[in-house]
C-alpha cells in the first residue's frame, strides 16, 4: 500500500520510516527545503514542496486509495493542507497530533469540518505501553522488596478468608510461585476450609491443599502473608501481618510490613499475575490455570466489575492455561443438592413486578441461598431476586439483580443494617441477621409470611426509591 506524510519534524519522519517500512511504500512531503535535502541525502524518499497546494498531491500523485498522514504540531494551515489533499482526490486521510495538549477538542474542531478525517494522538498511541513499561517496573520492585524480606523465613503462612474461593485459592498458589516455595514452606491456610461444590472441584483438580489453622497457630510461622483478604476480616485476632494483597477497599486498624492493595482490580489474582510477570517469573499450567479461572469467577462470570487490567492479565493467561480443566470446574456449579432448593424455590416462590422472592427454610450450608438467587435472575421478566433461608439459627439474605436499577447494597441496608450485617454493590448484596433479632423486630411469621413479606420491602423500597434518586440527579 503507498502511503504519503506530510511532516515537519524529522523525529516523527524518522519514526513513521521504522514503524512502516517495509509493509508500506512510504514517500514523505516536507515544507523545508534544507530538511528536504537532508533526509534526501539520509536516502529518504522525501520531497520538498508547500503543502497547502492541491497540484502538490496531483504531483505525488494522490489517489482515493492512498493513505496519507499529516503531522499537527497545531499549526492554523492544516485545514489548506487537509483540504488540498481532499481537493487532489485524497480520502484516506490521518492527521497524526504531535504536542498537542487538547487533542480530543482539536480533533472536534477539524471533524466538524472534515467528518472523514481519522485523527490520532501521538500521546495516546505511545502512552499506555509506556505506562504499563513504567507500572511494571514499579511493582518489581515492590515484589523484590517482599521476597527479599521474606527469603530467610522457614515457614511461611499464606492465610486465606473463611470458604476460600478460587480468587483467594489461586493468589495463594501465585504468591507460592512469586516466593519460589514449596508446600512445606509456604503454608496455604485458612481457619475456615473449602466446603462450596466449585471451590471443592477446584481444589481436587489442581491439587491444591489448604491447611486448616486457628487463630492461634498463625503466631508459629515465621511469616505471616493474607492475599485476597486483609486483618480486620478476623476481627482482631489477627492484627500484625508481614504481607498484604488484596482487591478489597483498604482497611484501617492493622500493621503490616508490606502491602499491595488495589480497589479498582476486579481480582487479587489480576495483582499477583501483574507480580508473576513484573519478576519474569516462570508460571506453571497449574498456576495459569488456577488464576484464569479466579479472574473469570471474580468479574466476568458474574458480570462483575472487571476493567483494562483484568482483561490484560486474562489474555497472558490465556495461552498458558488448561481450557478444558477450567470448563471441568465450572460445571461444579450444578449439583443434585443445588437442585433441590431450585425446585424449592420453585414451588413456594412469588414473582410481583418482576421480583422474584423465595425462602428456602433452613439449609445446612449457606451457599445454596446466594446459588438459587444467581439461578433465578438468569430467568426472562426476572429483575429483582431476593432469596433467603436459614443456616445456624441465622437468616441470610441474597439479594441480586441485573445492575441498571436501584441499589442492592442500600436494600439490604436499610431493612437489615439495624438487627444484623448488611451489604453490598449496586447488583449483589447480602445480609446476615440473628433469627431472634429478626423476630423482635417483624415478628414471629411463618414461611408463607416470611416471603410475602420480604416482598412487601422490596416493592416498597423500589417504589418510594424511584422520584427520590431522580431528584438527587437533579440537585
Ligand atoms: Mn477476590
Redesign the pocket.
Given at each position: 500500500m503507498r502511503c504519503l506524510a506530510v511532516c515537519q519534524t524529522e523525529l516523527v519522519i524518522r519514526m513513521l520510516d521504522e514503524i512502516l517500512l517495509p509493509s508500506f511504500e512510504v514517500e514523505y512531503l516536507v515544507e523545508s527545503k534544507p530538511v528536504a535535502r537532508r533526509l534526501h541525502e539520509a536516502g529518504f524518499n522525501v520531497t520538498g514542496a508547500d503543502p497547502r497546494r492541491t497540484d502538490t498531491y496531483l504531483k505525488a500523485d494522490v489517489t482515493p486509495g492512498t493513505c496519507v498522514i499529516v503531522e499537527d504540531n497545531g499549526r492554523k494551515s492544516l485545514r489548506k493542507t487537509v483540504e488540498a489533499i481532499r481537493d487532489a482526490g485524497g480520502t484516506l486521510i490521518y492527521v497524526l497530533g504531535v504536542g498537542i495538549s487538547d487533542f480530543r477538542k482539536r480533533e472536534e474542531e477539524l471533524k466538524s469540518q472534515f467528518p472523514e478525517l481519522n485523527y490520532l494522538a501521538l500521546s495516546e498511541l505511545f502512552g499506555n505501553p509506556l505506562l504499563t513499561e513504567f507500572s511494571r517496573s514499579i511493582t518489581r520492585l515492590k515484589v523484590q522488596q517482599y521476597q527479599r524480606f521474606l527469603a530467610d523465613a522457614d515457614r511461611i503462612l499464606i492465610l486465606l478468608h473463611n470458604e476460600p474461593?478460587p480468587?483467594?485459592l489461586a493468589?495463594g498458589l501465585a504468591l507460592r510461585n512469586v516466593l519460589r516455595r514449596t508446600r512445606q514452606t509456604a503454608i496455604i491456610g485458612a481457619l475456615q476450609g473449602v466446603s462450596r461444590p466449585e471451590n471443592v472441584r477446584m481444589v481436587n483438580l489442581l491439587d491444591i491443599h489448604v491447611e486448616p489453622v486457628t487463630a492461634q497457630q498463625v503466631g508459629n510461622f515465621d511469616r505471616v502473608a493474607m492475599v485476597?483478604v486483609q486483618p480486620h476480616y478476623f476481627g482482631g485476632v489477627i492484627d500484625k501481618v508481614d504481607l498484604v494483597i488484596?482487591?478489597?477497599p483498604e482497611q484501617s486498624g492493622y500493621s503490616a510490613v508490606f502491602k499491595d492493595i488495589r480497589p479498582d482490580y476486579?481480582?487479587?489474582?489480576t495483582i499477583l499475575t501483574e507480580h508473576l510477570r513484573a519478576v519474569d517469573a516462570n508460571i506453571s499450567e497449574r498456576t495459569a490455570t488456577a488464576l484464569l479461572y479466579?479472574i473469570k469467577s471474580?468479574t466476568l462470570f458474574f458480570n462483575r466489575q472487571a476493567n483494562r487490567v483484568d482483561i490484560d492479565a486474562f489474555s497472558y493467561l490465556y495461552p498458558l492455561a488448561d481450557a478444558a480443566l477450567i470448563r471441568k470446574m465450572e460445571g461444579a456449579e450444578i449439583t443434585m443438592e443445588r437442585l433441590e432448593y431450585v425446585l424449592k424455590a420453585q414451588q413456594h416462590g412469588r414473582m410481583v413486578e418482576q421480583v422474584f422472592c423465595a425462602f428456602l427454610g433452613t439449609t445446612p450450608r449457606e451457599d445454596f441461598i446466594p446459588y438459587v438467587a444467581d439461578f433465578y435472575l438468569q430467568l426472562e421478566n426476572v429483575k429483582w431476586t431476593i432469596v433467603s433461608g436459614i443456616v445456624n439459627d441465622t437468616l441470610i439474605v441474597s439479594v441480586r439483580n441485573l445492575g441498571y436499577s436501584r441499589n442492592a447494597g442500600e436494600f439490604v441496608r436499610k431493612y437489615f443494617a439495624d438487627i444484623g450485617s448488611a451489604g453490598g454493590h449496586r447488583a449483589m448484596a447480602k445480609a446476615v441477621v440473628p433469627l431472634r433479632a429478626f423476630r423482635e423486630k417483624y415478628g414471629n411469621v411463618d414461611a408463607d409470611g416470611f416471603t410475602d413479606r420480604v416482598l412487601a420491602m422490596a416493592l416498597e423500597f423500589l417504589h418510594e426509591h424511584q422520584p427520590h434518586e431522580k431528584k438527587l440527579v437533579k440537585a
Open positions: 474461593d480468587d483467594a493468589s485476597d488484596d482487591h478489597h476486579g481480582s487479587t489474582s479466579a471474580d
